[in-house]
Every structure is written in structure tokens, then in C-alpha cells.
């Protein structure tokens, strides 16, 4: 088990709403990552936050937004909820950003996920 | 360019066994490869990870190789366990980017 926690475990919202995922780092880690993992499918890279600040963002549309708290801890929020939005939501922590110019890329480690249902 | 090809998408394996699940990526910036091994309903978990300044990283029963003129890996899982039942995720990262790119999993099935 690693140190991450993530709130809700589950969550059932209908097209059009609005979403807010929490994520607890593990202690030491200065760095969020979300991904988004479709039924049957790999991790997606959502964005990666450092400083509380967004370091980085993958495929997704701006609906999709995020924050990071002094605390390291961090939300991940979904507007406009669509069907294919439904997927386990994974936050992942770590010690360094792995920018470019980063001193060494760290190991990410992962919360258990938040399941999101759209109907 | 940032893929990460991972086969086969199923694999059964009789306890005792060896499993080897194979990944390949194009994008010569990655300088991380680690293996993710999931459960189902569960987060993934770090199994094993290696730079490309090695060709092979062994932890117990799992093995990486690396191969860098081939831009592949392998992960190989001796004596297999019904216990080693999940999905294995192959991932990379490196260059300008922090973030990790995933393989689409392999789910491996041990029988006992």
C-alpha cells in the first residue's frame, strides 16, 4: 500500500454535472499526478501538479481542471460531465517533477482511484 | 512517437511457470521504464523499474530486460504464482515530459 489516498472510492453523476476527486501525496512527495484509466485500458496522462502549480497536461479538454494545495494534497474537477468521462481516476505522487532540466525522473506511486459512473 | 506497444494482451501461464510480457516504444528521450502490476478495483502498484544504463534489473522472481538499440523490454516473472494473477502495465517516461506513458496492459492469468 503506498502512503496515496484518494476521495470518493466511487461516485455516480449524470451527463452535465460537475465533479471533484481529492488526492492525499504521500508524505515527502511534492508532486500530483492524475491520470484517467478507461475500462480495459492503460493510465491516460490528465495534468501533473507542482508548487500548486499545473507542470504539464495530456489530451484532455479544459473542462477538466485541477488544483494543488500548500499541503501537496490536490482536486481534480470535471465540468460538463460527458458519458466517456466514466473511468477510475488515478492520482499518483512523487518527489520530483521530472521536468526538463530535472535532476532524475522519481517513481510515481498511486492511490487506489476513484471509480466515476456517468449516466 | 510517445506509444508504448505492449503484447500480449492475455497470457496464461501454469504455476511455476515463466511469464514474459514485452514492450517497445520509439521516443529515444525515455530514460525510465517501470512495470505497474494491478489489481482489479486497485490503484497500480510499482513492481520494478530500470534506466537504460542496464540491460537487466532482477527483484526476486521478476526480471527486467532492457534492449536499447531494439528500444525494448521485457518483463519476466520465474516460478509463477496464481497469486501473480493482474494486469501488468509496461510504462516510460524522459525528456520534457514528467508524465508517464502506459503500455495498455497485459492481464496475466496463472493456473494453479
Known amino acids: 500500500e503506498t502512503g496515496v489516498t484518494q476521495s470518493p472510492t466511487h461516485l455516480i453523476k449524470t451527463r452535465g454535472q460537475q465533479v471533484t476527486l481529492r488526492c492525499s501525496s504521500q508524505?515527502?512527495?511534492?508532486?500530483v499526478s492524475w491520470y484517467q484509466q478507461a475500462l480495459g485500458q492503460g493510465p491516460q496522462f490528465i495534468f501533473q501538479y507542482y508548487r500548486e502549480e499545473e507542470n504539464g497536461r495530456g489530451n484532455f479538454p479544459p473542462r477538466f481542471s485541477g488544483l494543488q494545495f500548500p499541503n501537496y494534497s490536490s482536486e481534480l474537477n470535471v465540468n460538463a460531465l460527458e458519458l466517456d468521462d466514466s473511468a477510475l481516476y488515478l492520482c499518483a505522487s512523487s518527489r520530483n517533477p521530472g521536468l526538463a532540466g530535472g535532476i532524475f525522473k522519481d517513481t510515481q506511486y498511486f492511490g487506489p482511484g476513484t471509480r466515476l459512473t456517468v449516466l | 512517437q510517445q506509444q508504448v506497444k505492449q503484447s500480449p494482451q492475455s497470457l496464461i501461464v501454469q504455476k511455476g511457470g515463466i511469464s514474459i510480457i514485452n514492450c517497445a516504444y520509439e521516443?529515444?528521450?525515455?530514460?525510465?521504464f517501470p512495470w505497474y502490476q494491478q489489481f482489479p478495483g486497485k490503484g497500480p502498484a510499482l513492481l520494478i523499474a530500470i534506466r537504460p544504463d542496464v540491460s537487466e534489473k532482477k527483484e526476486g522472481r521478476f526480471t527486467i530486460s532492457f534492449n536499447k538499440s531494439a528500444k525494448q523490454f521485457s518483463l519476466h516473472i520465474m516460478d509463477s504464482q496464481p497469486g501473480d494473477s493482474a494486469t501488468y502495465f509496461c510504462?516510460?517516461?524522459?525528456?520534457?515530459?514528467?508524465?508517464?506513458?502506459f503500455g495498455k496492459g497485459t492481464k496475466l492469468s496463472v493456473k494453479p
Open positions: 508524505s515527502g512527495h511534492n508532486t
Open positions: 510504462a516510460a517516461t524522459g525528456g520534457s515530459q514528467g508524465n508517464l506513458i
Open positions: 521516443n529515444t528521450a525515455f530514460d525510465y
